[in-house]
């Protein structure tokens, strides 16, 4: 579904990913692994066309990657805090709406698909409780939820439980491995910790300074990925 | 003591001398000092002057006191502190449109292109610099003596500073939800509605009250060049030696400014708390 071909990204001068490859398919939760500064977050911005890719191509389905295909789940949740778990959910749908019918509140039929998207993260009790009452774990999922109101094909999680204590972390995971076996979509999420990785992902992609260095089940060791370099240049 | 409560010392080093610094420092001292000998000398500051109009303002005190609170002054009086109250709400209120399409554009992140931003920026400016007396002159000779030319001047100033309040706390406010919906696939203007507005709504809100207490005390000024209220009562009562009349309307002045400011207060200090609720 997702297909990352030959993505090269400089930072200045400074090559940050070489050449990588990765696919993810419909139905599957990879997980993406790496030390501090391997390159997974630029990956995933570059996969959002959220940095400028020097190489290389983003496609989703075999055509050139949609804006819309693509939803994104942020590491600080990024909800606006003040407004109700609805009104957050209903904004994932902001990309489709004419400018004239978003500006006066959503329409009735996107508040009502948002509080589909709400039941199916298990918050549709909360929908018109303030978004920053909610705790971190309530939060994401919120997030989860304006991303699935986007109607996406692929979600891009970034550290997306890095915020979020073991419980929380296990929920999230475990919700974004549901939605990619339920719903069939292609769900890529970077991760710091290998072990949330070998439970909830289908596949693991581990990068070491820029270059794809394994790929493969979930469970494998994964320490190599971690291992200090003795000189930093 | 040492030995009493055992605790380890060390003795200070003394500090580094830096002569360069310090020569600056009196540099700068010297030029503060005859910076203030220009302005006390331009000025005409004299406390001979002040001494000898001691028993003029004596005088001027003696006749004011005490207030003439009679129902044929108080009455006019309190009725245009309230049109003051009334020239100072409308022109924060009537400002509210400009000031907020004025912010979005001079604010990064929402300003359509450097041009917009810049734009808006020079506008605003100006509309500070004018002060909202010279804007009331002005529109007294174009509409006539009365309350509407306040409202006018006090429009065009508050939306150059209000623009600009608002403006900095659309750049203050968090990025990330702007983010989050722009990769949603939100325009410009969807995400000024749905996340950066909702977001610094407190800190707008607050700033109108601030800027609601100051135009009421401006409104006053104005009165005295002839944009009505209580200020054009005061000029008038000075120009008549009426020093009593004059006095009963700055005790109502003072009451009715006091009041706002507390209402302005209390109201901010509701919005802060809100914000961490």
């Given at each position: 579904m997702l297909a990352l071909t030959d993505i090269t990204v400089r930072y200045g001068e400074r090559p940050?990913?070489?050449g990588v490859d990765v696919t993810v398919a419909r139905g599957e939760l990879l997980a993406v692994l790496g030390a501090n500064g391997s390159g997974k977050s630029t990956l995933l911005r570059a996969a959002a066309g959220l940095v400028p890719v020097e190489e290389g191509r983003v496609t989703v389905d075999g055509r050139p990657r949609d804006r819309l295909d693509l939803a994104v789940v942020f590491q600080r949740i990024h909800?606006?805090?003040?407004?109700t778990v609805l009104d957050n959910a209903c904004?994932?749908?902001?990309?489709?709406?004419?400018l004239r019918s978003s500006?006066?509140?959503?329409?009735r039929e996107v508040r009502e698909e948002a509080m589909a998207c709400l039941d199916r993260v298990g918050l549709a009790d909360r929908a018109?409780?303030?978004?920053?009452?909610?705790s971190g774990g309530q939060q994401q999922r919120v997030a989860v939820a304006r991303a699935l109101c986007q109607r996406p094909r692929v979600v891009l999680a970034d550290?997306?439980?890095?915020?979020?204590?073991p419980a929380a972390s296990e929920q999230v995971l475990a919700l974004l491995a549901e939605l990619a076996h339920l719903e069939g979509l292609a769900v890529l999420a970077v991760l710091h910790q290998p072990a949330l990785a070998a439970r909830h992902a289908d596949r693991v992609v581990g990068l070491r300074d820029g270059r794809v260095v394994l790929d493969g089940a979930?469970?494998?060791?994964?320490?190599s990925l971690y291992q200090v370099l003795e000189a930093v240049s | 003591m040492t030995a009493v409560d055992g605790a380890r010392r060390l003795p200070v080093p003394p500090k580094p001398r830096r002569p360069k610094a310090l020569a600056l420092g009196w540099a700068l001292t010297a030029l503060v000092v005859a910076v203030h000998v220009v302005a006390w000398d331009a000025t005409e500051v004299s406390f001979g002057a002040l001494a000898d109009g001691w028993r003029g303002m004596a005088d001027f005190l003696g006749e004011a006191?005490?207030?003439?609170?009679?129902w044929q002054v108080l009455g006019p009086s309190l009725e245009s502190a309230l049109v003051t109250l009334w020239i100072g709400l409308l022109g924060t209120t009537l400002s509210v449109p400009f000031s907020l399409a004025l912010a979005l554009l001079a604010a990064r992140g929402t300003a359509p292109s450097t041009w917009a931003y810049q734009a808006a920026r020079s506008v605003l400016s100006f509309l500070r610099a004018v002060p909202d007396v010279v804007f009331a002159l002005i529109f007294v000779t174009a509409v006539?003596?009365?309350p509407f030319p306040g409202v006018l001047a006090l429009v065009c100033h508050n939306v150059g500073v209000m623009g600009k309040l608002w403006a900095e706390a659309l750049e203050d406010a968090d990025p990330g939800p702007s983010l989050a919906l722009r990769t949603a696939g939100a325009n410009r203007v969807q995400v000024a509605a749905h996340a950066l507005l909702p977001s610094v709504r407190p800190q707008l809100a607050g700033l109108l009250m601030y800027r609601f207490d100051v135009n009421v005390r401006s409104s006053l000024v104005l009165g005295l060049v002839g944009?009505?209220?209580i200020g054009f009562l005061i000029n008038q009562s000075i120009k008549l030696f009426k020093f009593d009349e004059m006095l009963t309307h700055i005790l109502v002045v003072v009451v009715l400014v006091v009041a706002v400011d507390r209402l302005s207060a209390a109201v901010r200090r509701r919005l802060s708390e809100g914000d961490h609720a």
């Open positions: 940050v990913l070489h909800l606006v805090r003040r407004r904004a994932g749908a902001l990309g489709r709406l004419p500006l006066l509140g959503f329409p018109h409780d303030r978004a920053g009452s909610l550290e997306p439980v890095s915020a979020l204590d979930p469970d494998q060791p994964v320490d | 006191v005490p207030p003439d609170l009679s006539g003596l009365g944009a009505g209220g």
